[in-house]
């Protein structure tokens, strides 16, 4: 149970990541 929470928080901070590089650098997107 604990490694199906830490794997959807870590998907998580990496979708927001990358959205936030995909805001910082539109041009590469």
Do not use: D, H, K, N
Request: aromatic share 18%.
């Amino acid at each position: 149970m604990m490694a199906g929470y830490i794997a959807s928080g870590v998907v998580a901070l990496v979708v927001t990541i990358y959205l936030f590089i995909a805001l910082l650098f539109p041009e590469r997107f």
